[in-house]
């Protein structure tokens, strides 16, 4: 089968999944591709896909796929389109979020060609406790260009969506229980914020404002992706959490990517 135009949606608050997803593309070689970013906004009404080789990536979240992804990817539907699901995780576990993922697409109608999970710099990585500091990497990105080179030999030498096999990923049903989490947000150092709002413009779910001229972030909204922390010009915003050190003491060891084709 010959797919010409490739479609990649993503949801990437720190963006390890968006160069994941670009770098699958790339190894497909696709003449033209459409890209649907959900980091920022729901689409408005139902999307349908039709005819078009999908790359869906998204961030593990405690083992599952991320809320406010699932929230957005929900509003797609595939029509004859094939879809290749990837996660992307800090170097700890995926769990059973790329079986989550691929059990929604198939419900959203796609039909599961590949899948994979790759490794990113944990939004909880700072420069006292790096966890997979720099993901991805060279490597991971000439992994993720083959990874989509395959999957599209794998679709070339299938005569119909329905004779492709199915796939065997890695996970269990049902999936991990979601453990409801304290609800925090980063904090700001206000001798070094100078109120610019550029974290503004990078949270995913709209929790930070202007009030009292301080910056504001709403601990109820916040999904704690560390996208203000991490692209704050000033350095001004941090993350204090109990995690950060125990991620790095127990999951620091170099974690390769797993591709079920
Ligand atoms: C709230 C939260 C929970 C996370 N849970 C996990 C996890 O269970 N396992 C893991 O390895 N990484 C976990 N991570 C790290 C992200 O999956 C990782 O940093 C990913 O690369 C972020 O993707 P993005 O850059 O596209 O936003 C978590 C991150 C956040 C913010």
Known sequence: MNYKHVHVIYFSPTHTSAKIAHAIV????????SESDLTYEMPDSEEVVERELTVVAVPVYGGRVADTAIERLKKFVGKDSPVVPVVVYGNRDYEDALLELSDLLVQQGFTL?????????????????????????????DEAFLFGQHALEKLEACSSLESLSSLQIKGNRPYKEKKPSAPAAPLVDASRCNLCGHCIGVCPVSAISIVNDEMYSDPTRCIKCCACVKECPEEARTFPNPFAEYLYKNFSARKAPEMFL
Do not use: C, I, N, W
């Open 113 to 141: 060609l590949a899948a994979a999970a790759f490794v990113g710099e944990h939004s909880f990585s700072t420069s006292q406790y790096p966890v997979a500091s720099g993901r991805p990497d060279q490597k991971d990105h």
């Open 26 to 33: 790339e190894g497909m070689g696709a003449v033209s591709f």
